[in-house]
């Protein structure tokens, strides 16, 4: 019986091409590569007049003029499953760059370390060997604690970032008050979930209004979306620090807080409290009837907001105060 979810994955590629962006592989390292979708501008095709392994070579190009956006997944889906509603809204005024997390999409590698440092490591790297000097981070859930990761490593790389339904760090505090608000002995047991009613119980806490799917798509979804299960659990595993090693960077950075007012994983106060922590560079905004997937059940809000401060950021960055 056909995927219905993998049926659709030629029709997504063929929107992401028509938006402007195309797929292409980074190898960072011998073991570890990151699969991207990267403005079609910035790549092109080499054949090679003997038939080789090497045919058909794909090599980038000087990188693009327009300012550039990197679009961070969460936990539950690749790259351009979670970000669809935004790169078409994105590709007409920015350079739009979506990777996929390490076990995820293509992305593989062969290094044991599970550690969002890591993530944001290797996505440092990548971003670097594709001729990418300065970017904003848009990073969701997951995404928006590897993108806090990047800011800390690398301000001379990432110049702002719009944070959604993420935090600095997952304590072990933080994490059993979460999941024991929500109902679940685990985090594997809430984002790993191996049955159509565990992906039910994830999306009705995951969104503000219940979202009914027939059992067939939860099925398919299940299994295209939750593969490399064992790595997963382990990157869950590295995600959890103890409150001790905890602290507050000094972010250079301008960070936008863009949330669902109803997000259920991690409340609006807790965005309030990042806020008051990170000082007068941040703001904050809020979406009404959006919980913690506030990019997908309000995407034209979400797009207006967060193009009003990509515009704002680089309008500022090229007009710096006197």
């Known amino acids: 019986m056909v995927n219905l979810v993998e049926a659709q994955k030629p029709l997504l590629h063929g929107l992401m091409k028509m938006a402007g962006i195309s797929q292409y592989t980074v190898e960072i390292q011998p073991g ?8 079609s501008e910035t790549i092109k095709k080499q054949k090679q007049t003997n038939k080789s392994p090497n045919d058909n070579l794909i090599y980038t190009k000087p990188k693009p003029t327009k300012p550039i956006v990197v679009l961070i997944h969460g936990f539950a889906a690749e790259g351009i499953v979670t970000w669809q509603f935004q790169v078409g809204s994105l590709t007409k005024h920015y350079s739009v760059y979506v990777p996929d997390l390490l076990f995820f999409g293509g992305s593989t ?5 599970r550690s969002p440092k890591f993530q944001a490591e290797c996505l440092t790297k990548a971003l670097r060997k594709l001729g990418i000097e300065k970017c ?3 990073g969701f859930s997951y995404g928006g604690m590897v993108s806090f990761k990047m800011a800390e490593m690398c301000p001379d790389l990432v110049q702002g970032m719009v944070i959604s339904g993420s935090i600095l760090a997952m304590t072990d505090s933080l994490s059993q008050e979460t999941l024991e608000s929500l109902g679940f002995s685990s985090s594997s047991e809430l984002l790993l979930p191996s049955s159509v009613k565990g992906l039910k119980a994830l999306l009705q806490v995951a969104a503000h209004k219940n979202l009914w799917f027939p059992d067939r798509l939860h099925k398919d979804f299940l299994e295209v979306m939750f593969n490399n299960r064992k790595e997963k659990a382990e990157l869950l595993e590295g995600l959890v620090i103890s409150n001790k090693d905890t602290t507050i960077p000094n972010f250079p950075q301008r960070i936008h807080l863009l949330w669902g007012q109803k997000d259920q994983f991690f409340k609006l106060d807790l965005a309030q409290n990042m806020k008051e922590q990170f000082g007068d560079n ?3 905004e809020a979406i009404d009837k959006a919980g913690h997937l506030v990019h997908l059940e309000r995407p034209c809000v979400y797009n207006r907001r967060l193009k009003n401060f990509l515009d704002s950021l680089y309008t500022e960055d090229e007009n710096p105060p006197k």
Do not use: A, E
Request: hydrophobic residues 35%; proline residues 5%; aromatic residues 10%.
């Open 32 to 39: 570890t590569k990151m699969t991207f979708w990267v403005p």
């Open 282 to 284: 941040t703001t904050l």
């Open 136 to 138: 904003t981070l848009v």
């Open 109 to 113: 590698t062969d290094n044991s370390d």
